[in-house]
């Protein structure tokens, strides 16, 4: 399961950036053409964040939609999975142009009155 | 990821076959966990387990979440800043990855990642290719498994230098494990590099290893829809090799439908139906490969 690994990269990542300030919340972007599984992320943040500045952080998960953009007649079809086939003419010229994104949005910490 | 003791990506190692042993392989590595508990792997694996994770996820499976388990603590009274981040989840792999591109261009090494479902026939295509090609290109294999040093040492029988990435429990490989094994390899200047990716049609395709090309191998075998139902590693893919064709007489498998479903999902897809018992289509491949070695050799 990759998203293991992706969230401990994210634990990784913030604890990093927070520089000992504890970390009340961390705000995701996940495209749905990503290849990664949402929930999967939320299980094991629940265990990577344990014992980190992270425990406890609300995460707040933005799913970008799949969207397509086609060369050949203009149409830009929402899309829930990769595909290269316009579904509007057929012809081979979709391209990908939203929904594979996966990044570390912003992080909200604590700081010291 | 070991659902006892939590280990997974980061307990990778790398072998050198056919190079003297420096560590025991009778050691039954039994590992104790913080809650006292113990397990042990196979014999004949030899891992570098580093256990030192900062906290205890010892048996995930029982981690219990009480209800109304808090997950905002915001404090009231407290402030808080938000500081933008925007970096990219998989930035580490990727920037790995690209050091390891920069490194094979600079020797102008071929470097393919090879990736499939267990058992579509990577290894042997592989084993075919190492010896129908010998003295024509010069090839080096990293392989990838979760254990045992098998298909690297099938490799090595061909006479093409092969290294082993044992990824323990992970399920794919990442870029610095093929940086690690390049160090092991030292793969020679303007050869070609197979990567062997371990066998799981899902999870590789996430993750760059700084490959020129990736190359998938579909068995006839394994249904025609099944581009569909991995979408994800179809559509990155530059070259279908759709294996085992010596088979279809004793299948019903419509082959137009499979290169269909494949071309759907990903138009640009380079197919090539190929038997390695046969030798069907092996001269396409071999084609691609020297066209692509060429390709290099000019651009430098």
Redesign the interface.
Known sequence: ??E???T???VA??SE?AVGQKV??VR?EVGR????LVEAIRFCF???S???PLE????QIVEVPGRGRCSACGAEPLLA?????CPACRE??LRIVAGTE???????????? | MCVICGCGEGDATVHKVGAAPTHEHDDPHVHTHADGTTHSHEHGIYHDHDHDHGHDHGHVHDHPHAPGHPRDLHVPGRDAQTIALETALLGKNQALAERNRGWLAGRGVLALNLMSSPGAGKTTLLERSILDLQGQVAISVVEGDQATLNDAERIRATGAAAVQVNTGTGCHLEADMLARALDLLQPAKGSLLVIENVGNLVCPALFDLGEKARVVIFSVTEGEDKPLKYPHMFSRADVLLLSKTDLLPHLRVDLQRMMGNALTVNPRLKIIPVSAYTGEGLDAWYSWLCDELGGLAESR
């Open positions: 399961m990759h293991l690994g992706i401990r990269n994210l990542i913030v950036r009340l919340r995701l053409l990503s290849g990664v629940d265990i990577c344990q014992g980190t406890g952080a609300t995460l999975a990769p595909l290269g086939r081979p010229s996966l990044k570390i949005v912003e992080m909200e910490v604590e700081s010291c009155v």
